[in-house]
T-cell receptor, first 116, second 113 residues
Framework: AQTVTQSQPEMSVQEAETVTLSCTYDTSESDYYLFWYKQPPSRQMILVIRQEAYKQQNATENRFSVNFQKAAKSFSLKISDSQLGDAAMYFCAYRSGVWAGTALIFGKGTTLSVSS | EAQVTQNPRYLITVTGKKLTVTCSQNMNHEYMSWYRQDPGLGLRQIYYSMNVEVTDKGDVPEGYKVSRKEKRNFPLILESPSPNQTSLYFC????????????FGPGTRLTVL
């Protein structure tokens, strides 16, 4: 069974600084997708970034980028120029590409606080 | 506006009193799913549906039922709620492919006394 591990329950960063959230996963599949979701205090789940396992190039969305290390099964999220609005819980998630019915498998989350 | 809606957003109930949490999406998505979120556990899938009349169990289905009579609706039914079902519930939908983003509803905070 696939598992997702986020080893940092809490992280903090100052405004305008850069922070990296860690995520590792375990799978025997070669076809899969990785996601980072943000959950602000409103509790809404918001997709931050997505990475296809078959792509070597790391995904980037504005201030958010990932470091995808397929061999190491690592998928970290880098937030550059942190803003107060980035404060939230962040979830790393895995979804098998083998069968469309599979669930998103989530890590336990990292709470990010941003100070001014 | 493309969205997933859930009702109610908050519910306090008592043990054994049947309840239904509704979920509706307006994006013509085939795939719909229910998750529960508990502190320290992340989100775990309860049930999912690949299309109308096609449903299956996720990782934590005990105590829950679902139905998919229409493509847009996917209600979650708790026939006899218990305190261990106190949780934050999310409905999500997507196109069938695993590559596609799952769109989440706003969540339903359920407390069972």
């Amino acid at each position: 069974a696939q598992t997702v591990t986020q080893s940092q329950p809490e992280m903090s960063v100052q405004e305008a600084e850069t922070v990296t959230l860690s995520c590792t996963y375990d799978t025997s599949e070669s076809d899969y997708y990785l996601f980072w979701y943000k959950q602000p205090p409103s509790r809404q789940m918001i997709l931050v970034i997505r990475q296809e396992a078959y792509k070597q190039q790391n995904a980037t969305e504005n201030r958010f980028s990932v470091n995808f290390q397929k061999a190491a099964k690592s998928f970290s999220l880098k937030i550059s120029d942190s803003q107060l609005g980035d404060a939230a819980m962040y979830f790393c998630a895995y979804r098998s590409g083998v069968w469309a019915g599979t669930a998103l498998i989530f890590g336990k989350g990292t709470t990010l606080s941003v100070s001014s | 506006e493309a969205q997933v809606t859930q009702n109610p957003r908050y519910l306090i109930t008592v043990t054994g009193k049947k309840l239904t949490v509704t979920c509706s999406q307006n994006m013509n998505h085939e795939y719909m799913s229910w998750y529960r979120q508990d502190p320290g556990l992340g989100l775990r899938q309860i049930y999912y549906s690949m299309n109308v009349e096609v449903t299956d169990k996720g990782d934590v289905p005990e105590g829950y039922k679902v139905s998919r009579k229409e493509k847009r609706n996917f209600p979650l039914i708790l026939e006899s709620p218990s305190p261990n079902q106190t949780s934050l519930y999310f409905c999500a939908s997507s196109l069938t492919s695993s590559a596609n983003e799952q769109f989440f509803g706003p969540g339903t905070r359920l407390t069972v006394l």
